[in-house]
């Protein structure tokens, strides 16, 4: 066995779709529920800091829908679709833990309300799971 190889386990949940940049989008009454993905906290270290926009606020593809910030760097996430932000989890705010304990449920990040959404252009677990593979 390669010692040099290290192993390491994160979850992916099936029932959302993901982006290259390690962003989940639950979709969720016309809305998407985002978050970022366990694989993120790894590769990037733990989240100590969220920082959220407010609610209400109108996004063009391509702004920054919120940040994070790791020991080493902040983290901007683009949003791949205009909408409005309809909800925030103050609670990462308050307790950036959740993003790393809890990434999938209590987690997660903003809720946002797409003008159009086109879910084609992110990935499905398995082709997440691929991408992060090769990484």
């Given at each position: 066995?390669?010692?040099?190889?290290?192993?390491?386990?994160?979850?992916?949940?099936?029932?959302?779709?993901?982006?290259?940049?390690?962003?989940?989008?639950?979709?969720?009454?016309d809305?998407l529920?985002?978050?970022?993905?366990?694989f993120?906290?790894?590769?990037?270290?733990?989240?100590?800091?969220?920082?959220?926009?407010?609610?209400?606020?109108?996004?063009d593809?391509?702004?920054?829908?919120?940040?994070?910030?790791?020991?080493?760097?902040?983290?901007s996430?683009p949003?791949?679709?205009?909408?409005?932000?309809?909800?925030v989890?103050?609670?990462?705010e308050?307790?950036?833990?959740?993003?790393?304990?809890?990434?999938?449920?209590?987690?997660?990040?903003?809720?946002?309300?797409?003008?159009?959404?086109?879910?084609?252009?992110?990935?499905?677990p398995?082709?997440?799971?691929?991408h992060?593979?090769?990484l």
């Open positions: 066995m390669d010692e040099d190889f290290e192993y390491v386990e994160f979850q992916v949940a099936h029932n959302r779709k993901y982006s290259l940049d390690h962003l989940w989008y639950q979709d969720k009454e809305k529920m985002i978050g970022v993905s366990e993120l906290a790894f590769d990037a270290g733990e989240v100590l800091r969220v920082i959220l926009p407010q609610a209400e606020t109108e996004v593809e391509g702004d920054d829908l919120f940040s994070i910030w790791t020991a080493e760097e902040k983290i996430f949003s791949p679709f205009s909408g409005v932000i309809r909800e989890n103050g609670e990462v308050i307790n950036p833990d959740l993003v790393n304990d809890s990434a999938y449920d209590h987690g997660w990040i903003i809720v946002l309300e797409p003008h159009s959404i086109d879910m084609e252009q992110l990935l499905d398995d082709e997440y799971v691929d992060i593979s090769e």
